[in-house]
């Protein structure tokens, strides 16, 4: 296997090369596996980073990429809580920064790290940091369309997720990503469109079966939905994916199936970490709004992905006459 890369990634690998081969090829290794964001893939694409370090102790792209798989798999993407991920994250962060403070792709990772902690006017600075720096690479724009979000600059996020694709316009996660700023920012319409665009590109990319089901529920195509969410899950096993199943159930009136997927979370969570968010989404599907607050504050303090986004987020619309849920709001977009 012989990883292919585009444009701006290219170009930023020029710019901060290893001399060693080997480093070269096992770094293009754990960027394919990390872009297919599945579980399994990201602890693969770590297990590469780690041996090109071992190639290359100065190879500070490694570092990045590196710092970027165990963030996301906390982000999203597993069962693995933001305490568990964030410390070989920083670790690995800092050591690219003290090899390459001028590296745009460790300004960008930190911006991440700082969004998923919540303090999202700093990942804001450091993304924007990450784009003067080099404004051709796309995963800068990518992220930066979360603490965007985040802050309910909807249209500014559009405009930077549709740059990270015109910089890197094969990437499955960015092109899927910008379906997610669609929904966020109630444009369901293009959110369907786009996802679909990437289930183009590659119908088993589960992360838009993900967003399409979020696209075809807020239109009310819950059937449709739900049979997308079954295909997300089915690919990736994850917490969130079987959340969304729970809640569908829920708003379709299946309250006893939305109560057996909530059981199994919390069984899950006897022995892996499962976001609190996961639960409060069944959980405002239920009605059961006190809870569903309880669980998100439980998310603040754990800081993570989707909490980020509460503020924006469609599937908490029912919270939003809760003064609970609009405390943890202000807290949330005024930063940690």
């Known amino acids: 296997m012989r990883a292919k890369l585009t444009g701006s990634e290219r170009s930023s690998i020029a710019k901060t090369p290893t001399v060693n081969p080997e480093a070269y090829e096992l770094y293009l290794r754990g960027k394919f596996f990390a872009e297919q964001r ?3 893939d990201l602890r693969k694409s770590i297990g590469y980073y780690d041996q090109a370090i071992a190639k290359d102790p100065n190879y500070a792209l490694a570092y ?7 963030l996301l798999l906390s982000a999203r993407y597993a069962a693995i809580s933001p305490k568990e991920s964030y410390p070989p994250a920083k670790a690995a962060l800092k050591k690219a920064l003290d090899l390459d403070d001028s590296l ?29 720096l080099n404004p051709n690479y796309a995963t800068a724009h990518h992220w ?12 500014r996020a559009i405009v930077e997720g549709k ?12 092109n899927a990503d910008l379906a997610w700023v669609y929904f966020n920012a109630r444009r369901y319409n293009e959110a369907e469109a786009q996802a679909r665009k990437t ?22 195509k819950l059937t449709d939905a739900t049979a997308e969410y079954q295909k997300s899950f089915e690919s990736n096993n994850d917490p969130f994916s079987l959340a969304m199943l729970g809640q569908a159930c829920a708003r379709q009136g299946k309250t006893d199936e ?11 969570a006897k022995s892996q970490y499962v976001s609190p968010y996961a639960f409060a989404v069944v959980l405002t599907a239920l009605g059961d709004k006190a809870h569903a607050i309880d669980e998100l504050e ?15 987020d469609p599937l908490f619309d029912d919270l939003r006459d809760q003064p609970r849920f609009e405390a943890l709001v202000q807290k949330i977009t005024g930063g940690k």
Not at 64 to 70: M, T
Not at 165 to 170: A, G, S, T, Y
Not at 259 to 267: D, I, P
């Open 38 to 40: 599945t579980d399994a």
């Open 64 to 70: 990045v990429g590196l710092a970027d798989s165990h």
């Open 104 to 132: 745009a792709q460790a300004h960008a990772s930190s911006g991440l790290l700082a969004t998923l902690e919540l303090d999202v006017n700093r990942g804001i600075s450091e993304l924007e940091r990450a784009i003067q």
């Open 144 to 155: 930066i369309a979360l603490p965007l979000m985040a802050i309910g600059q909807s249209d």
């Open 163 to 174: 740059r990270a694709i015109e910089l890197d316009p094969l990437s499955l996660i960015c």
């Open 199 to 220: 289930l183009e590109m590659d119908p088993r990319f589960y992360v838009a079966h993900y967003y399409l089901g979020e696209a075809l529920q807020f239109k009310e």
């Open 258 to 268: 939305a109560r057996k997927v909530l059981a199994r979370l919390r069984e899950q």
């Open 298 to 312: 439980h998310g603040y303090d754990d800081t993570g992905f989707y909490i980020s986004l509460i503020k924006v």
